[in-house]
């Protein structure tokens, strides 16, 4: 069997950024297949998501990491209800409640089970 070498490609990186320095590390990686993980305030708006896609065509992940200083420790976690659970859980993501339709679809799909 004939071996031939593989020329050109494109490379993969996994990149981290705020958001303010996403944009300018996205641009010096054009060429480039990128995993971003994006360490936010707060969720990301539709027009940002478009702006970090419009700076590198190779942008394929973005794993969006929200910091938030909530906490809630293990012991007091036993003992919330599974609803309670969920919205800490989105709260500590997002740092701030679930929206109403979304916890509707959380509590329906238990239901289900």
Known sequence: AEQIPVEGGRRLVRL????EGAIPLLSRHRDDIIEL???LKEPLTSGETS???SAAEGLVTIIPKVESGETVPIAQRSSLSDEM???QYYK???GEDPPAELKEAFLKLLEEE
């Not at 981290?16 to 958001?19: G, V």
């Open 16 to 19: 981290e950024s705020d958001l």
């Open 37 to 39: 993980t994006l360490r």
């Open 51 to 53: 702006a970090l896609k």
């Open 85 to 87: 659970l969920f919205m």
């Open 92 to 94: 500590t993501q997002y």
